[in-house]
């Protein structure tokens, strides 16, 4: 009997787990010229985000200014960047708060865009940080987004 009550526990338990990964979500992002559509994403946890029709377009987390490389995400996140002219789709995001990414190409036109994941809770820290230029222009794209 005791055989029985263990493999019923875990089967109810696999399918429980197959379920969530079921109900999790792919939003898309589409490229075009110098932007993203949409600018800001909002998910929740587990989700993942594509973009689309990136020939001439990567996305990268990692920004660089004259203090050095510096990401925006969540702590205890994992950034990303695609290939050159690649669709990308990223792995099941997991750890709630603000993701900042760009286009390097076109960062000086202020190609960027934002996934919030879940509560956005490092948005005060990205703020904090006094970004400059188009990152900034980002961010407050991203404070409008995340008041909504």
């Not at 925006?72 to 993701?99: D, H």
Request: net charge negative.
């Amino acid at each position: 009997m005791k055989y029985g009550k263990s493999l019923l526990t875990a089967v109810i338990g696999a399918a429980s787990l197959f379920s969530a990964a079921a109900m999790a979500e792919n939003h898309v992002v589409n490229a075009s010229l110098t932007a993203f559509d949409p600018l800001v994403v909002k998910i929740a946890p587990g989700d993942t985000v594509s973009w689309q029709q990136m020939n001439g377009h990567l996305v990268n987390t990692t920004f660089t200014d004259a203090s050095g490389e510096q990401e925006f995400i969540p702590e205890g996140a994992e950034g990303f960047i695609s290939q050159m002219g690649e669709n990308y789709q990223t792995k099941p995001l997991t750890v709630e708060g603000v993701y900042l990414y760009k286009c390097d190409p076109h960062w000086g036109a202020g190609m960027g865009g934002a996934i919030i994941v879940g509560e956005p809770t490092n948005l005060q820290a990205i703020v904090d940080s006094n970004p400059k230029g188009a990152l900034r222009r980002l961010v407050k794209k991203v404070e409008q987004a995340a008041a909504e």
